[in-house]
Structure formats: structure tokens, C-alpha cells
């Protein structure tokens, strides 16, 4: 036994006993071998005790603790033990002040472990898998001020587990199992400042229940399954000042609820179930600062309701369903500096409304649907410093919009429909002096008066990014930050950016420049200049860049490198271009190169001598270029080491003499997508400290000699990832590999490995991928001894056709466990007994015919479960009856006939059902009663031939519903519905069960490919904003009926259905609308003029009707908008397309195309620009 000694105030820390001890600073190496006596002469001693040092009962373990001072600080954690030693508190219970044995796999703590902790203040038992906590377990710890159980498997706690504690002050029990909580749980905790119950599966909270808890100033109760608060629920906590509900299922709060909380600060009703609550109810909370009810059903707020909270400074109440705000709701929040209204339906504001908000900094009314902004609105709110107004449908701004907001210093306008700001409008933004940033990001900008922000001498942010211009000239000293990225730039003047002298961040991504602006010259300290995806030649500049440091020119035109005028280039981005040859002083002068991406060009090897003086490139990648041979000169020069060094798909066959000699070291290095024959004990060794992450993936031939691998520096490796057709495990693959963290093995072949095979990775393995073996058809019982910390484990595409009960049993910390793809046929009860903390299990395509009834009641943490494409016709009552933190289940494919009513109880969280594939004709109306909502339910490709879902138990409940190809001739829905698919069947008509108080908020409808002859089944809908009605038979198309009725469309398709003849009658604007789809039908012409009731259409699909030619000049005067047309379909005259090309480009205006299907390819015999002609 070797004892490391620790300086007072330092940690110990732990190393094996075959590791030699390093000092670093004030720690030192501990190495704790077997045995039964552990020994610390410190103040702080760590013992990081592993599996197969623990082989011995735990609770012969022997602690001597001989610092000479009273208290002592034990860290266990990061160990594998099964419980706590009880020998640890017998010979020093009068010295452990602090216990911290968190994340070391204990599974229990015995009734008497802490029997003799007479000093114990502080005890850490977080991230473990306790399941219990005993009666009187602490009775003799009544020093104890906190304790820490998150994160267990925490179920049973005894109504007097804590009693005795007088002196404790936070307790922490989030994140376990929790469904009851005893009514005197917590009685006699008279000083409980902190109580954490988050994330556990709470339903009711007694009146009483914290009636004893005096000094309690923190309760969070958030992410529980709560329903209801009475107006007992919080008695006896008269110093509560923080209250978290969050995420509960609360429909229900009663009058007094909070009626003794007079000292509460903030409170949290974010993400319940909330419709309106008792005007009363804040009436006694009068010290109330934060207020959060963001996420419920709010529809209106009573005027009331906040009257009597003065002292109120933040309400947010996002994500509600207000339609309208009494302009008295807000009279008495004098003091409020935040008000946060997102994702609501107020379009419109009462005059007034928010006048009474002198105190307001904070502003938020993205996402309400706004079309425009009463001058007056904002004209009393003086001191707001932050207005956000994204996501609206503002189209134009006044010079007296932002009246009153003298100090204004941050305005988000993204994704409105503002067009112009005209010089009518140019000083709409010069009474606000402050602002520093502006964005306007994701609108319809074609121009704007210079003036408009030279006024603003201030102004640093400016994101004009997203929109339509083609010219750009501001003065504007101030401004540091300017993006122009996604406009329609092909040029620059010489004096565009003169006058921005300040200019350190410059973007113009996405636009069609050919050429880096002469005009960035101009700019003396711009640091970051992005202009990727453009049409750029050269990375020539006409002058000296002396400031940038930070140059993105990916995806570009660009065919070799000239770099001169940059003066201090710290990372470089050239993938993606055409560049063929890099001269060898291209980088020279950069000796501070951090980042540099060549990928994905034209580049052969070796490359040598290149990087020679950069010293400090910690990212090099390479990929995509067809280098065929790099050397040991490639990387000369790279001595600093690399975080990152990629080499994918580079035509390499074979690396020889070390070629990453050069490097010190390799953050990770990627060899993937090669054709090595050979990875041999020369090829990979690295630099001084060698590889820390290994890929070497989607290998076009077999490996014949690994042995490089076998001898890397394993130490240092956490990673290793190998992926070929075929390639052979030596057995001492992993000898030296104590750090490894993640091995991917793709493609071996073994039918077994040596016992020992992960013993060095015991205590470093988290995820290990064993797949596409086809040798591996058994595992035994002992194969994942070694490593217990797993958390992540993919055995998929293997031969394996059993697993025997307890093979998984060492893997309780796993999280994702994949066998899919396996010929296993049938699967033990016992299988997953053990493996508690599974979060995803993936079953699908192992041809089970069968589930026995209690193999998931292990697994109450699993929260998405595969079983899809196997033979399971039928599923037993209460198979799901434990997973009641199920979130989605996968069971298409399976050749269900019927599932019985309580197939499903006990998990009422669950979201997502895919039932597709299968052979059901009808559902029990009461099958998925129980749940509380499905976010969406697959049902297609089953055999319905009728459905009503207005009969079921879940009618209000399901959100999105799939029922393609079921043959279904009538069909009836509820007004609840969001998103419906019903492609491939027999319907002409669908019903909704709505009125004037209850109508369909249906907003995306696919009903491609049935019999449909009107859009009377459609404008029923007036929440639509997608929908495709392609493949009916319409004949004709009432224009005027769907602009009325469908103003919020967005995107319309009718291809395929025969028409023709759209009528124009009675037709209104529809702004909303951006992509239409009319194409093959039989329409013998263009109707242009009927389009300008579509100002807003970017994309159009008219091509196959029987029409060959139409007016493109009309077309792009009547669309200001369009981006890209789809001509497919028609046989076009090439010259006719050739007429296009000019005004099209003139126009930005580009070709789209319809995915094509698989086997079903058109090709044509001439083309222009990829549309087939004559």
C-alpha cells in the first residue's frame, strides 16, 4: 500500500498502483491496490475505490483517518461500490465533517451506516442508484446541515427518515422517483432553508405537508405530475420567497393558494395546464418580484389580477394563447422592468395598454401576428432599453413608431415583411439616440434611405441580413458589427464601407460577389470577414488587410490561394472551393495560425513543407481532397501539437515511416473514408504524446495488420473508432488502453474475445459499438464484467440469436442500449433486470414474436423504445406498466392486428406512437385514454377503412395524426387537431366536429392522392398554412373561395389533379402564401395578371401544363418575391429557355426541382440548365 500525502486544502487524488505518482501543484497521486485497510494523514482525502479493488465485502473495508485536527473531508466519489462502507463512520464518526460519494454506482445505503456519524455536517450521495431511504437512518447524524440525494432511483422514503435533524439546512431530493411524500416527512425540520423535489413524479401535495418548515425560503416542485394546488398546500412556510412549478400538469389553483405567502419573490407556472385563474389569487403575495407563467392556455388575463403586486418587476407569460390584454391589467405595475408576451395571438393592442409601465427596460412582443404599430403605443415607456418585435407581420415602419423610446438601446425587427424604408421614413429610428444594435434581419428589404441610420451615432450591431438588397452606403463611425449575409450583392462600390472606419465584424454570406469588395481595404481594424458561398475567383485583396484576423471564404470558386495582403490571419477557411496547388509560403507568415479547412477541394499530396511555420495551428483539415500520399514533411513544422487533424476521404492506401512524427500530439485524428490495407506498429504513432481520439471509419478495403493500434501510446487515447468490410481483433487489441473512453469496432469478425479483453478500460469505458459482425451469434454471461461504467452500448447487425439472462447485469449505469438488427427471436424476462438507468432501448428488426409480460419493469427511467420491424401481432395487457417515463414508442412493421385497451396503462407520458405498417383496422375507444397528450400517432399503412377520432378517448388529447395509405373512404376529426396526413386513400370529403366555440386550429393537412373534386373539405380549415391536395381531381380551382378562407396558407399544392381552369372570382390578396405548386395539370395558359394578388410567392411550380412558353418579364414584375420557378414537366423549346437565362439572373431568380424517386429517374436527351428542352 503506497500512502500520498496532501498539502491541507488539497485534494487527493487516485492512480492504480501500477501507474507511477505524479505530482501536479498541491495534488498528489494516491494509488489504493486491494486490501482492507485505506490509509490518509490529511484534511481532504480522496479514494476512488474501483470494481476490482472492491472484491472484498465493502463493510470489511477499513479507514484510518489520522490528521490530527477534529474534522476530516472523505471523497469517495467517481468510485464502484454497492453501498457505503458502515466501518467508515466506526473508527472516525467523531471526524467526518463532509461525505461525498456521488457517481459511484451505489445501489443501497444500509439502515446503520451512519449510526456512529457524530460529525458528519454534509453528506453527497448524488447520481447513484438508491432506491430507498430508511426510517431513522440519520438519527444519530443530528449535526448534519445538508443532504444531497439527486439524481437516484429514490422511490420509498419513511415518514421519519429525517426526524431528528434540527440543525438541517438544504435537502435535496430532485431527480428520483418520488410519487408520495409522508404527511410528517418533514416535521421538526425547523431550520430547512432549501427543500429541491424537482423532476420526480409528485401528483399531490398534502395540505399540511410543510406546515413544520419555519425558515423554508426555497421549494422547487418543477417537473413533477401535480394537477391541482389547494389553499393549504403551502402553510406554515411564512419565509418562502422562491416557489418553482414548473412544467406540472396544474389545471386547478384555488383562491387562497398563496394567500400565507407574503414573503414570496418569484414564482414559476411555466408549462402547466393553466386556462384562467381566480382574480384573487395574488392578492397577498405582495412582495412578489418575478412572476413566470409562460407555456400554459391563458386565452385572457382578469383586469384584476395583478393589482394588489406592486412590487412586481419581471412577468413573462410567453407562449399563452392571449387574444387581447384589458388596458387596466397592467395599472399598478409601476415597478415592472420586464414584460415578456411571445407567441400569443395579440395582433392588436387597446390605446393605453401599456402606459402604466413607467419603470419598463424590457419589452418582448415576438411572434403575435402584428401587422402594424400604433404611434402611440409605446410613447409612455421612456426608460425600455430592449424591444423585441420579431417574427411579426409588420410590412412597413412610420417615422412615429417608436415615439417615447428615448433610451432604446437594442430593437429586434427579424422576420417581419417590411419591404422599404423609404426617405418618408428615414428618421424612424433618430429619436432613439441609445440604440446600439438594429436588426432587421429576415424581411423583404429592397432599399432603405442612406439616412436612416446615420443618425444614430451610437449604433454598433447592424443585421440587415436576409433580404433582398442590392446597394448598400451608410455613415456610421460607431458601427463595429455589420451582416449582409443572404441579400443579392454582386458587387460593391469602392467607397461602400468608407465611412465605417470602426468596422471590426463584416458578413456577406450567401451572396453573388465574384470577387473580394476593394472596398473592405478601406477598413482598417476589421478583424472577421465572412463571405462564404458567393462566386469569389480569388482570395486576392487589393490592399493590405492589417487587422484580420479571421478570413471565411468556403464555398466559393476559388482555384488557388494568394494571401499577401493579410498581414495577421488566425483562421482560414477555404473548403469547398476549386483550389488545386497551395504554394509552399502560402502560410509562412501566419506563425499564429490556429484554424485552417481546406477541405473539399482539389489538392494532391503530399503537400510537404506547407505548414512548416505554423507552429500554432491547433486545426488542420484536409478532407475531401485527393492527397494519395502524405510524408512526415507534410507536417514538419506542426511541433505546437493539434487539437485536430482531418483526413477523410483523401485517396490514401497507406501511411508509412510515422508520418505524424512532426506532431507532439493529436487532439483526434480522422483517417476515415480511405482504402488502408494496413495500419502498422509505424504508421500512427503520433508526436511525443501521440492520438487522443482515433477514426478510422467507412474503410474501402479489409484490414490486414493493426498492429499500429496495438501499440499506440494508450495512455493517451480515449477514443478509437474502426469501421471496414471485414477486419480481425488481436487479442491484446486494448493492452494498453487505460484511458479509453469510447471504441467503435465496425466490421470485426470474432465469435469471442479473451476474458480480460477490456480489463485495462475498467475504469474509463462509457460507450462501446460492437456491429455488422457477422461471427458474433453468443455473448456469456461474465463479457461486460470489466466494464461497469458503460452508459452507452450498440451491438446492432451482429449474428447474435441469444442473450442469456444476466449478461447485461454489470451495465447499470447504461443509457442507450442497441441490439437491433439481431436474429434473436425470443428475449428473456430478466434481460434488462439490472440495467436501471436505460433511457433508449432499440429492439427493432430481432424477430421476436413474442414479449413476456414484466422484461421492461426495470426500466422506469427508459424513455424511447424501438420495436419495430418484428413479428409481435399482439402485445400483452400492462407489457409498458412500469416505463413511466416513456416518451415514444416505435411499433411499425410489426403485423399488429389489435391492441387490447390497457396494453398502454402506466404510461401516461407518453408523446409519440408509431403504429405504421401494421394490420389494424379499428382502435378501442378507450386505448389511449390515459394519456395526457400525443404529441403525434402514426397510423398509416394500416387497413382502416373508416375513422372517427371525435369517438375515441384521446380526441383532445392527439396533436398530429398519420393515417396514409389505409384505404380510407370516410374519415372525422376534432377541432383539436394540429397536423393531419391521410395521403394514398379513398376519401372525397373530411368532416370536423367544430362550432363557433370550438373551431379547428388544424394547421398543416396533407391529403395527397385520394379522390377530392372540390376544396370544400379544405376551406373549412382556416388555420391552415400548409397544404398539399396534389393528385385529386379538381378540374377546376376557386381562387376567390381559398383566398377568402385561407388567408393564413403558406404553402398550396395542387399539382397532378386535372385542372383546368383556375377562376379568379371574388379573389383577395393573400400576403401569406410563399410557394404554390399548380404544375401538370392542364392549364392551356399563364394567367400572370391574377398573381398580383400573391406579392409574397417565392416559389412557383407551373411547368407540365399544356402551355410552352410565357411572359418572364411579366412574371418577375407581377412576383417581386419569386426566387425560383419549376418548370419540369413541359417539353420547353431550348431557345425559349435560353431567353430566360438574362432576365432570370437579372432577377435572382432560380430553377427548383421535385425530388426524384428512387428507381424512377427522368433523364432527357438535351437540357439548359438542367430543364429538359428540344
Excluded at 481532504?44 to 476490482?52: D, I, R, S, T
Excluded at 450521495?125 to 444519530?140: G, P, Q, R, T, Y
Excluded at 506547407?610 to 507534410?634: H, K, M, Q, V, W
Aim: proline share 3%.
Amino acid at each position: 500500500l503506497r500512502i500520498g500525502k496532501v498539502r491541507p486544502g488539497g485534494k487527493m487524488s487516485f492512480a492504480k498502483s501500477s501507474m507511477i505518482s505524479i505530482a501536479i501543484g498541491v495534488f498528489v497521486s494516491i494509488a489504493i491496490c486491494s486490501g482492507k485497510t485505506y490509509e490518509c494523514d490529511e484534511s481532504q482525502c480522496y479514494f476512488q475505490l474501483k470494481p476490482m479493488e472492491t472484491n472484498e465485502d465493502v463493510n470489511s473495508m477499513k479507514f484510518l483517518l489520522t490528521y490530527e485536527a477534529d474534522s476530516v473531508v472523505v471523497d469517495l466519489s467517481d468510485s464502484v461500490l454497492p453501498t457505503i462502507p458502515t466501518s467508515l463512520f466506526v473508527d472516525n464518526g467523531n471526524k467526518i465533517e463532509k461525505l461525498d460519494v456521488s457517481a459511484s454506482s451505489l445501489l443501497a445505503i444500509q439502515p446503520d451506516t451512519f449510526a456512529q456519524a457524530y460529525a458528519l455536517e454534509i453528506l453527497n450521495v448524488k447520481k447513484n442508484l438508491i432506491s430507498e431511504l430508511h426510517n431513522h437512518m440519520f438519527a444519530n447524524a443530528t449535526n448534519l446541515t445538508a443532504i444531497k440525494c439527486g439524481s437516484n432511483k429514490i422511490k420509498d422514503i419513511g415518514e421519519f427518515t429525517f426526524q431528528g435533524l434540527a440543525l438541517l439546512e438544504n435537502l435535496e431530493l430532485s431527480n428520483n422517483k418520488i410519487k408520495n411524500l409522508p404527511r410528517k416527512l418533514f416535521a421538526g425540520l425547523r431550520r430547512l432553508s432549501v427543500l429541491q423535489l424537482q423532476h420526480n413524479r409528485i401528483v399531490e401535495l398534502e395540505e399540511t405537508l410543510f406546515e413544520d418548515l419555519p425558515e423554508l425560503s426555497e421549494l422547487d416542485l418543477s417537473s413533477n405530475s401535480i394537477e391541482k394546488l389547494s389553499k393549504g398546500a403551502f402553510v406554515g412556510t411564512p419565509q418562502l420567497e422562491k416557489l418553482v412549478l414548473q412544467n406540472n400538469r396544474i389545471s386547478t389553483i384555488e383562491p387562497d393558494t398563496f394567500s400565507s405567502l407574503r414573503s414570496l419573490k418569484a414564482l414559476d407556472l411555466t408549462q402547466n395546464s393553466l386556462k384562467d385563474l381566480p382574480n384573487e389569487l395574488f392578492y397577498h403575495t405582495t412582495s412578489l418580484v418575478e412572476l413566470r407563467m409562460n407555456n400554459n392556455s391563458f386565452v385572457s388575463l382578469n383586469q384584476g389580477l395583478f393589482g394588489n403586486i406592486r412590487t412586481l418587476e419581471k412577468l413573462e407569460l410567453d407562449n399563452n394563447n392571449l387574444q387581447w390584454l384589458d388596458r387596466a391589467l397592467f395599472k399598478n405595475l409601476r415597478k415592472l422592468n420586464t414584460l415578456s408576451l411571445a407567441n400569443n395571438n395579440l395582433g392588436n393592442f387597446a390605446p393605453g395598454t401599456l402606459d402604466h409601465l413607467k419603470s419598463l427596460e424590457v419589452l418582448n412582443l415576438s411572434r403575435n401576428g402584428i401587422t402594424s404599430i400604433d404611434a402611440g403605443l409605446f410613447q409612455r415607456l421612456r426608460f425600455v432599453e430592449k424591444l423585441f418585435l420579431s417574427n411579426n407581420r409588420i410590412s412597413s415602419l412610420k417615422n412615429r413608431t417608436f415615439n417615447g423610446l428615448v433610451r432604446l438601446e437594442e430593437l429586434y425587427l427579424n422576420s417581419n415583411e417590411i419591404t422599404q424604408i423609404n426617405e418618408e421614413a428615414s428618421d424612424v429610428f433618430c429619436a432613439q439616440q441609445f440604440l446600439r444594435v438594429i436588426t432587421l434581419k429576415g424581411n423583404r428589404l429592397t432599399r432603405f434611405a442612406p439616412e436612416t441610420f446615420e443618425c444614430l451615432q451610437s449604433l454598433n450591431v447592424l443585421d440587415l441580413s436576409d433580404n433582398r438588397l442590392q446597394n448598400f452606403s451608410v455613415a456610421l463611425e460607431s458601427l463595429n458589427v455589420l451582416d449582409l449575409s443572404n441579400n443579392r450583392f454582386t458587387s460593391l462600390p469602392d467607397d461602400a464601407f468608407a465611412q465605417l472606419e470602426n468596422l471590426s465584424t463584416l458578413k456577406m454570406d450567401n451572396n453573388y460577389l465574384e470577387g473580394i469588395p476593394k472596398t473592405v481595404a478601406k477598413l482598417p481594424y476589421l478583424a472577421l470577414l465572412s463571405l462564404r458561398n458567393n462566386k469569389i475567383k480569388s482570395t486576392a485583396a487589393d490592399n493590405k488587410l492589417q487587422a484580420l484576423k479571421r478570413l471565411y471564404l468556403s464555398n466559393n470558386e476559388i482555384t488557388h490561394v494568394e494571401l499577401e495582403q493579410y498581414e495577421d490571419l488566425r483562421q482560414v477557411y477555404l473548403d469547398r472551393n476549386r483550389i488545386t496547388a497551395i504554394p509552399e509560403t502560402a502560410f509562412a507568415k501566419y506563425r499564429k495560425l490556429r484554424n485552417l479547412d481546406l477541405s473539399d477541394n482539389r489538392l494532391t499530396g503530399p503537400l510537404e513543407n506547407r505548414f512548416r511555420y505554423n507552429d500554432d495551428l491547433n486545426e488542420l483539415r484536409l478532407d475531401g481532397n485527393p492527397l494519395g500520399r502524405i510524408t512526415s514533411a507534410t507536417f514538419r513544422g506542426l511541433g505546437g501539437g493539434l487539437n485536430m487533424l482531418s483526413l477523410k476521404n483523401t485517396s490514401l492506401i497507406e501511411l508509412t515511416n510515422n508520418p505524424f512524427e512532426p506532431i507532439v500530439y493529436i487532439g483526434s485524428l480522422d483517417l476515415s473514408q480511405n482504402n488502408f490495407s494496413k495500419l502498422g506498429a509505424n504508421d500512427i504513432q503520433g508526436g511525443e504524446w501521440g492520438v487522443y481520439e482515433l477514426f478510422v471509419n467507412g474503410n474501402g478495403v479489409n484490414f490486414e495488420d493493426l498492429s499500429g493500434l496495438r501499440t499506440m501510446l494508450g495512455a493517451k487515447l480515449t477514443t478509437i473508432s474502426v469501421a471496414a468490410n471485414s477486419w480481425l481483433v488481436p487479442d491484446d487489441f486494448l493492452a494498453n488502453k487505460v484511458s479509453l473512453v469510447e471504441l467503435y469496432m465496425k466490421g470485426a469478425q470474432f465469435s469471442s474475445l479473451p476474458d480480460d479483453f477490456f480489463r485495462n478500460t475498467t475504469g474509463s469505458l462509457n460507450v462501446l459499438t460492437i456491429s455488422n459482425n457477422q461471427e458474433l451469434s453468443t455473448l456469456p454471461t461474465h463479457f461486460f464484467k470489466n466494464v461497469p461504467l458503460l452508459k452507452k452500448l450498440t451491438l446492432s447487425n451482429n449474428s447474435l440469436s441469444v442473450l442469456k439472462p444476466g449478461v447485461f447485469d454489470p451495465l447499470v449505469l447504461l443509457k442507450l442500449l442497441d441490439i437491433s438488427e439481431n436474429p434473436l427471436v425470443t428475449l428473456d424476462t430478466e434481460l434488462f433486470a439490472k440495467t436501471y438507468s436505460l433511457k433508449d432501448l432499440i429492439l427493432r428488426n430481432t424477430n421476436l414474436t413474442v414479449l413476456p409480460l414484466g422484461i421492461f419493469d426495470s426500466l422506469d427511467d427508459l424513455a424511447t423504445l424501438d420495436l419495430s420491424e418484428n413479428h409481435l401481432s399482439a402485445l400483452p395487457t400492462g407489457i409498458f406498466r412500469k416505463l413511466y417515463s416513456l416518451e415514444k414508442v416505435s411499433l411499425e412493421k410489426n403485423g399488429i392486428v389489435q391492441l387490447v385497451p390497457g396494453v398502454f396503462d402506466g404510461v401516461s407520458g407518453l408523446k409519440n406512437i408509431l403504429l405504421g405498417h401494421n394490420e389494424l383496422s379499428s382502435l378501442h375507444p378507450e386505448l389511449f385514454s390515459n394519456l395526457l397528450q400525443i404529441d403525434g400517432l402514426d397510423l398509416s399503412h394500416n387497413k382502416f377503412v373508416s375513422f372517427d377520432l371525435t369517438a375515441t378517448g384521446f380526441q383532445n388529447t392527439v396533436l398530429v395524426l398519420g393515417l396514409d395509405s389505409n384505404g380510407l373512404t370516410s374519415l372525422k376529426i376534432s377541432p383539436t387537431l394540429e397536423g393531419l396526413s391521410v395521403d394514398d386513400n379513398k376519401l372525397s370529403s373530411i368532416e370536423v366536429d367544430q362550432s363557433e366555440d370550438s373551431f379547428s386550429i388544424l394547421t398543416q393537412l396533407s391529403a395527397a392522392r385520394n379522390r377530392f373534386t372540390n376544396f370544400d373539405s379544405f376551406v373549412k380549415f382556416r388555420a391552415l398554412n400548409f397544404l398539399d391536395a396534389s393528385f385529386n381531381d379538381f378540374t377546376e380551382l376557386d381562387a376567390g373561395l381559398i383566398s377568402t378562407q385561407l388567408q393564413a396558407l403558406r404553402e398550396l399544392n395542387v399539382s397532378d389533379c386535372s385542372l383546368r381552369l383556375i377562376k379568379s372570382e371574388g379573389i383577395r390578396q393573400q400576403t401569406a402564401l410563399t410557394h404554390l405548386d399548380i404544375s401538370n395539370n392542364n392549364l392551356t395558359s399563364l394567367e400572370i395578371g391574377a398573381l398580383s394578388t400573391l406579392p409574397s410567392l417565392q416559389s412557383f411550380a407551373f411547368g407540365g401544363n399544356l402551355f410552352d412558353s410565357f411572359a418572364i418579364s411579366n412574371l418577375l414584375a407581377t412576383l417581386p418575391e419569386l426566387c425560383n420557378i419549376g418548370l419540369e414537366g413541359t417539353q420547353w423549346k431550348c431557345e425559349f429557355l435560353r431567353s430566360l437565362e438574362t432576365p432570370m439572373q437579372e432577377s435572382f431568380v432560380s430553377y427548383s426541382f421535385k425530388p426524384q424517386e428512387e428507381g424512377n429517374q427522368k433523364t432527357c436527351a438535351k437540357d439548359f440548365n438542367g430543364v429538359c428542352c428540344v
